[in-house]
């Protein structure tokens, strides 16, 4: 598991955990980003990174991402 921020930008990715106070969980969740949702890191753009999620794109800030733990489809096994 790594921090979203950290994921390699046009690989897929599964949250595997989300932690922070349930205000930034549920933040999060309005977004579309909880526990076991595949998530794309497309770009980063200063601070910011650039999602896609389900069928949209969202901006993100490294703080966020800090927060959301992934892990790629093929560690899934690992």
Known sequence: MLPLSMAAPGEAQAISKITGRDEVRRHLAELGLVVGEEVTVMNTLGGNLILQVKDSRIALDR?????????GFANENA
């Open 63 to 71: 703080g966020l991402a800090n927060r959301i733990m992934v892990r």
